[in-house]
């Protein structure tokens, strides 16, 4: 199974730990990930800021023309924002073909065109549909049984554009959560913004919000979040030391991507769980499993 792996700005930087753990997990199941050469942002963080729309439209484009170039292959975007960002310009393309037009007016002048037909897929589509429960179940050394999970989707990852599962109920993450031996909980906030790029900005607001999830996380018998979304890991781990002193709270939930639960889960070894990027240890649950 061929992809091409669209790691975005995010898996670079506060986000590494999802790409180590990514990598490693793909290879146990057989995943060919191969990076887009000379990718480019896809555009969010200027969207976020009310950059003109062609610009956005070209940044995304770039990627995907480059992707058709280099052979076509479909592409996994694992940050759910830069996922968002590359369907909604497909898909402007397909539905307004004048847009697309002069998006590669502009991408004529770096040698490139873009036909509008690669196809850019969530990280859990591809776990779920092509590799398949049965196979990541084989795959499995290291049951995490007894380990409470709340499988925290976020907004992006399903809407508008996740037709691989429920836009209003989603299951993906919790049956994979299942098939690597951890119990997966009740999580009705599961789709809860958690405030992105807000906390830029409005902290006082975005920690009411990160609050409730980790209550409500807490509440259902969860032990540890996760999620596949960089920047949701980033707000629920990285800011609440900073939320507990605001709110006179003592939350101290381990925030970890889906593929280190799976890597753990394969036996692999903390470097390759990447286990030490986490700011709140997750050691003392998982070594109960």
Known sequence: MNYFLYQGCSL???????????KAVAKVLGLSLKEIEDWNCCGASISYVGGNELSVDVLAARNLALAEAQG???????????????????????????????????????????????????????????????KIRSAVKRPLQGVAVAGYVGCQSVRPYGEYDSAEKPVIQDRILE????????????????????????LDYCYELIRTILSDALNNGGKIISTVCPMCQMNLEAYQDRMNKALGTDFKVPILFLTQLMAVA??????????DRLMISADPYLKAA
């Open 266 to 275: 394969f036996g692999l070894s903390r470097k390759e769980a990447a286990l």
């Open 179 to 202: 098939a690597i031996g951890a119990t997966a909980v009740p999580f009705p906030t599961k789709m809860r913004c958690c405030g992105s790029g807000l906390f830029l900005t409005e």
């Open 12 to 22: 670079e930087a506060s986000g590494v730990h999802y790409l180590v753990s990514l």
């Open 72 to 134: 076509g292959m479909d592409i996994i975007a694992p940050c759910s924002s830069c996922y968002v960002v590359l369907n909604k310009v497909n898909r402007k393309f397909q539905e307004k073909p004048e847009s697309l037009k002069e998006v590669n007016q502009v991408l004529a002048e770096g040698n490139l065109q873009y036909s509008g037909k690669i196809r850019v897929r969530h990280l859990l589509d591809v776990l779920y549909h092509d590799v398949g429960l049965d």
